[in-house]
């Protein structure tokens, strides 16, 4: 560290991961400060070397507790399979707060030693060395695992570096912490971006829609311009099938007079292929002219494609032009972008003109460039079995049924929407043709040497012998252009593909068609998918090709290469800016942040955020808040315990279970009459368990259900609304992917809207048709299918002929959903009748948190009805910010209910991540063999008419209707710690997730502090905590504000007026709201996102919910009431 000047040093100290991106070290301008960065480098590592063997010899107890926190992080354990983004082997980010790991006791010296790790990864990134920067990063994790949340810096460092290697679940995660903790870091516009890049990939399609909204509206510097994140929302509007936005997106993004070629290439590419692939733009004949009139202006515009030309001849041969689609074919392979996809479609004309021999090498190039390329191993099986060559046909079938079976694990959920069509097809008829083959070969002769000679070598013959002239240096030159791979490859697959269509079932080429035996037809088929994977290249190039001049040669090929499709997708293509001084960036970008102070230790501002107790009173805590400083804006607010890291999933509890205890018996209750409802111990009862049976509720308090049977709906408000969902029948415990054979999580279900008259005619009808088709069959023990005949849902003999009978039909069925009965003046008779149940389990109560929020949240302190038939599902969830819930069956079918307690639902997230699906926004039902395996337990039980299911704070719950039935449901909010507790955990993770809190807990606490008086000491610390938090908040806002001379104006609040959120980011917004000035819609909006509206706020309003008094009243009044039990105030 001597070797460098002062000068130097300073230089080297103000580097970080926020200049990835903006500083190009590639570039011979900077070759200087490179080799200041690499001397830099060796000057750290020898200093972390000298360090770690300096530690050796203290003493062998640290040498040990190094070896625990330090497991191996060799670049290639990090990057093995990260193909797979969502692989559960690679967990290089994982840590628990909870489970301490053993920390080195550290001198003074040692926190040099611990920021030297982090610096290094900061340099590494900046030359681009993921890896090494990645290794970096962890050790500097392990150190400093207990307040890494504080380096701002160093999140984003990690992040980024997670995703250049592609472990996007990870890089995910760190982004989504940073922008929790500080919405306003100097990069959060290029978090933003990647965020919504890798959920598009993810097939989170509406929350990367509001990652890439929100990277608009920023003005910090950045590597990319507003008119390509506008390219990345429509193409994101095109995966989704929204056709008529995409196409809108793209042609808005034509008309920009400031388009460059390259986008406008990108851009007129999208367009051409989805005139070529969506039916709904148009007659054929022309959308087939627009296609090809798109196409071949993205080649005038960008001549260099080849990827364009290669999409050309793929609409040349749709419309039967094989010499032209040939030439496309041929000038794509010639600008050196010839790949695996272009020599697949080569292979289908030639095989379509009758060139086998042809065909066969063109496949061959294709396989040996990509060996897990599915569409060219089967077109290459279709060809050696319609030349009769059985044997090798079934080998390249099975090394096509291998790449699907492997792709088809990571292509879940939305993409599976999209995608599964051709690869259910092809797998379905890969099958059948595999089980036929089997059956000839094994009964086929030995082959002689006087055996009929083969029109074609065999595929051993093939792989080895030299193949024609062009085709072997074509390979080559493609070969020597791949840069360094990864050891251990696995396919790679891309994000959403960029040309969706080509997925369906109507291929874009018709298909020869050959006749095997008479078993069945295959088809020759286009490859789409790994299509897709090269192609993302084209989704971003946006992002990507801006400056290939001022790339290493070895960054230019990798971004044609399909191995790394994603890997590109920024920084060292972001060349754009490099005229961006370093100077200027120090200055300008990062001056102005609160994150610079993070450059080398984090949490130097630990010590001001302990300063604020809930032992304060108004005056003091306004007191320390004048303290802070006001050159900034305020930090993060969260309502948790102070300095606590960000919220996150919790690890299950480590006890292994038994069988018997992985399948408790569902805790219930029968009631004999009504001083049983309304004894204290039902309460107590429901509040100590995880879930709860309450039986012969209704007949205990006479409750007419008749007042919510579809007959009485139907008569009192027959044009209601009914939300209805088309789902698929299927048995309770299963889950089938029918076209794969297999279980699955994803639970697909499509959205519409009847009304109550018109779904009360299909409930009524599907019951006809069920006792039709029952006495059709004559089954003798159909009368077991009544539900509430059967206390077990999947224990008889008829149960399962119907679930055999689910699996290959894939009957259809609509569940009525969300009726919303909360109007009193429409549901009087209904809402009066629910007055009759005990006080914890009503809708509104003085007990009932949910009754304080002041204003309805529909479904939450209102009535929800649900309208079944058998087979509606309601897939498995957590409540809104975990609060109890109460349902009621109806009748006069019976329900089976499904429920894992809180503690686990750390690991029931862990598996939705590893099917691909999203726990907030995700549909699933788990399969019940999985949770065992992860020794999570699970209640299961039936719930029949009049029984009433209490589900407690945060119990994981997923239910199906066994008959026809209505049901009624509703939350309730009881006053105890615990409800408080994870309603606030989960309020903070929706934040850290970007997912919006329906129940706005700010808001909600202070109306409980002002209504009610809390005699339980953790309660009141829980409520107080978030008192402080918030009223320190508004009061450093309004300093804030005041300093950049903007005045704050009384608004005030109106009578059941709504909480407010932010119109961009969805969070609560509590008393100090933000308005644009000249908008004519008043859209509130939180201090980070009016910040980036305007910096310095001009042309923004302030306003004031509540005067300051009344808050800092409230704050002083709430304190811990002394007496037993709780009293409410008026």
């Not at 929790?180 to 965020?195: D, I």
């Not at 089997?438 to 086929?444: D, F, H, I, W, Y």
């Not at 209750?669 to 709860?692: D, G, M, R, W, Y």
């Amino acid at each position: 560290m001597g070797q460098l000047t002062f000068e130097d040093d300073c230089l080297i100290r103000e580097l970080d991961s926020r200049y990835y991106g903006f500083l190009d070290l590639s570039n011979s301008k900077n070759a200087e400060l490179r080799n200041l960065v690499q001397q830099t480098i060796t000057n750290l590592q020898n200093y972390i070397a000298n360090g770690q063997a300096h530690e050796s010899k203290n003493s062998s107890d640290n040498k040990n507790a190094i070896q625990k926190l330090e497991p191996s992080t060799q670049a290639g354990e990090h990057m093995e399979n990260t193909s797979s983004q969502n692989n559960d082997d690679t967990k290089p980010f994982e840590q628990d707060t909870k489970e301490k790991v053993p920390i080195i006791e550290e001198k003074p010296q040692d926190e040099h030693y611990v920021n030297a790790l982090c610096k290094l990864g900061h340099l590494h990134l900046l030359l681009g060395e993921y890896s090494e920067a990645l290794s970096a990063y962890q050790k500097y994790l392990r150190f400093r695992e207990n307040n890494y949340w504080t380096n701002h810096a160093f999140m984003y460092g990690i992040g980024v570096a997670y995703f250049k290697l592609r472990c996007f679940k990870w890089a995910i995660k760190s982004f989504q912490e940073l922008l929790y903790l500080s919405p306003n870091f100097t990069c959060a516009n290029e978090v933003h971006l990647r965020l919504g890049l890798m959920l598009k990939h993810c097939g989170e399609f509406h929350i990367a829609l509001k990652h890439l909204q929100l990277a608009l509206l920023y003005t910090y510097p950045s590597t990319f311009s507003e008119l390509q994140v506008k390219f990345q929302i429509a193409h994101l509007y095109e995966v989704q099938n929204k056709h008529k936005a995409a196409k809108d997106g793209y042609e808005f993004l034509l008309n920009e007079k400031n388009i460059s070629l390259e986008l406008k290439a990108d851009v007129y590419r999208q367009l051409g292929w989805m005139y070529h692939c969506v039916e709904c733009l148009g007659e054929k004949k022309e959308r087939e002219a627009n296609a090809l009139n798109f196409l071949q202006k993205s080649i005038e515009a960008d001549p260099k494609s080849g990827q364009s030309l290669y999409l050309l001849g793929r609409c040349y041969a749709g419309i039967n032009k094989v010499h032209d689609a040939f030439l496309a074919y041929r000038n794509s392979v010639e600008k050196s972008e010839g790949n695996a996809d272009t020599w697949c479609s080569i292979g289908v004309l030639y095989q379509q003109q009758n060139q086998p021999t042809d065909a066969l090498q063109a496949y061959i190039c294709a396989v040996q460039l990509d060996k897990d390329h599915k569409a060219a191993w089967t077109n290459l099986g279709i060809l050696y079995e319609s030349c009769g060559q059985l044997r090798d046909a079934y080998a390249c079938y099975l090394n096509a049924t291998k790449q699907i079976s492997f792709q088809s694990s990571l292509i879940r959920k939305k993409q599976a929407i999209r995608m599964k069509k051709d690869t259910i097809g092809l797998s379905k008829g890969l099958s059948q043709r595999i089980t036929f083959l089997e059956g000839q070969l094994s009964q086929a002769p030995l082959p002689s040497i006087t055996s009929k000679r083969r029109q074609l070598c065999s595929i051993e013959e093939a792989w080895n012998l030299p193949i024609s002239l062009e085709m072997n240096s074509r390979q080559q030159q493609t070969a020597q252009m791949l840069p360094r791979q990864v050891t251990k490859q696995s396919p790679v697959q891309g994000p959403p593909p960029p040309y969706p269509h080509s997925q369906l079932s109507q291929s874009p080429i018709p298909s020869k068609r050959i006749k095997e035996d008479g078993t069945g037809q295959q088809e020759v088929t286009q490859n789409n998918s790994q299509t897709s994977a090269q192609n993302l290249i084209n989704i971003s190039e946006s992002l990507n090709q801006r400056n290939f001049n001022a790339m290493p040669e070895s960054n230019k090929s990798s971004e044609q290469s399909v191995l790394d499709t994603f890997d590109d997708i920024s920084n060292d293509i972001y060349k754009q800016n490099e005229s961006i001084k370093l100077e200027r960036l120090s200055h300008d970008a990062l001056s102005n942040n609160e994150d610079s102070r993070h450059d080398y230790i984090g949490g130097d501002n630990a010590d001001l955020s302990t300063t604020f107790k809930i032992q304060m009173d108004s005056k003091q805590l306004m007191a320390a808040v004048k303290l802070l400083p006001i050159d900034e804006p305020p930090v993060h607010c969260t309502i948790l315990q102070v300095n606590a890291p960000p919220p996150s999933p919790p690890d299950c509890p480590p006890q292994k279970l038994t069988r018997d205890q992985l399948l408790p018996p569902t805790p219930s209750v029968h009631l004999e009459n009504k001083k049983n409802a309304f004894s204290p111990q039902l309460q107590e009862f429901c509040l100590k368990h995880p879930i709860a049976v309450v039986r012969g509720l209704a007949g205990a308090l006479k409750l007419d259900l008749g007042l919510f049977s579809t007959k009485t709906l139907v008569e009192a408000n027959p044009d209601h609304s009914v939300e209805v969902r088309t789902q698929v029948h299927q048995s309770p415990d299963e889950n089938w992917d029918t076209s794969q054979g297999k279980r699955v999580w994803a639970c697909i279900s499509h959205r519409s809207h009847t009304t109550i008259a018109k779904y009360a005619q299909y409930q009524a009808s599907s019951f006809q048709d069920s006792l039709k088709d029952e006495s059709d069959k004559g089954f003798p023990g159909s009368q077991a299918m009544s539900d509430s005949d059967s206390k077990d849902s999947v224990s008889n003999s008829n149960i399962v002929l119907k679930r055999k009978k689910h699996k290959i039909n894939s009957k259809m069925l609509r569940f009525g959903t969300n009726v919303d009965l909360s109007d009193e003046k429409k549901w009087k008779p209904q809402l009066t009748e629910l007055q009759k149940l005990p006080a914890f389990a009503r809708v509104i109560s003085a007990a009932n948190m949910l009754s304080h929020v002041g204003h309805v949240i529909l479904g939450m302190n209102t009535v929800q009805l649900y309208m079944k038939v058998p087979g509606s599902r309601t897939p498995g969830h957590q409540e809104n910010n975990n609060f109890c819930s109460i349902n009621i069956n109806i009748g006069p079918g019976d329900c089976e209910w499904f429920a894992v307690p809180d503690a686990y639902w750390g690991g029931v997230h862990n598996l939705c991540e590893k099917n691909n699906i999203s726990y907030l926004h995700g549909s699933w039902w788990p399969v019940l063999e999985d949770l065992y395996k992860e020794n999570i337990p699970v209640y299961r039980f039936i719930q029949k008419p009049g029984d009433l299911v209490w589900v407690n704070a945060g119990c994981v719950h997923w239910v199906q209707s066994i008959g026809w039935c209505n049901n009624i449901a509703w939350n309730v909010g009881p006053l105890t710690a615990r409800q408080y507790s994870l309603a606030i955990e989960r309020y903070e993770w929706n934040k850290v997730q970007a997912f919006k809190s329906i129940v706005p807990m700010v808001h909600l606490s202070w109306n409980l502090a002002r209504n009610i008086k809390v005699s339980d000491t953790k309660l009141f610390e829980l409520i107080k905590m978030c008192l402080l938090q918030t009223l320190k908040n508004v009061l450093h806002i309004q300093e804030y504000v005041k300093s950049k001379g903007v005045e704050i104006r009384f608004n005030g609040r109106g009578k059941n007026e709504a909480s407010h959120y932010c119109g961009q980011c969805e969070v609560e917004v509590f008393n100090v709201l933000f308005i644009k000035e000249q908008e004519k819609r008043h859209v509130v909006h939180c201090l980070s996102c009016a910040l980036k509206l305007s910096p310095s706020l001009q042309g923004i309003v302030c306003l004031e919910e509540y005067r300051l008094s009344e808050l800092q009243r409230v704050y002083d009044s709430f304190t811990l009431h002394r007496t037993q039990g709780l009293a409410y105030t008026q």
